[in-house]
């Protein structure tokens, strides 16, 4: 198995982080995780990110350079905390406080709301594609039912 096309990151990224973990630097069928499991955690958490990418209006995957390498950033630093929580160690492993009323995963979507939606701004303003903005699709009304022109409530000086 491969990561997906849409997914963030590497493996051997990954492995970089959690070098304790592999054999020699790599993951492999032996190691816990294995590469297939890093490759599954890589996949998930690219696919939050990309639902919410989504939701903010961008074009997934997100292909700018810049943009991908900050969003490549976020995924594998998400995937080595399951890789530490794989192994009993970190804030997803089993009994840990961070996890007293959650999910790994929520988790995960809590922070990829925060950094998307606090770079949104920035990941466009570098050039990621976004199709529609959240203001799409919001008007307002203009004359009332007998076709009278409203008068604005509030106008500027």
Do not use: W
């Not at 955690?41 to 900050?70: C, H, M, W, Y």
């Not at 009994?95 to 939606?117: C, D, H, W, Y």
């Amino acid at each position: 198995m491969a990561i997906g096309a849409n997914s963030y990151g590497s493996v051997a990224e990954v492995a970089a982080l959690t070098r304790r973990y592999t054999s020699g630097g790599t993951y492999n069928s032996g190691t816990n995780p294995s590469t297939t499991q890093v490759e599954q955690f890589i996949d998930r958490v690219s696919a939050t990110v990309n639902v919410l990418l989504a939701e903010q209006g961008f074009t997934v995957p997100v292909s700018q350079a810049d943009a991908k390498l900050a969003l490549d950033d976020f995924v594998v630093g998400q995937v080595a905390l399951f890789c530490h929580g794989a192994n009993g160690n970190g804030i997803y492993a089993p009994g840990s406080e961070q996890l007293r009323n959650t999910t790994p995963m929520r988790v995960v979507m809590k922070e990829a709301e925060g950094f998307i939606g606090e770079h949104a701004a920035g990941i466009e303003a570098l050039g990621a594609t976004r199709t529609r903005h959240l203001t799409q699709g919001l008007a307002c009304r203009e004359t009332d039912d007998e076709g009278t022109a409203i008068e604005p409530m509030f106008v500027r000086d």
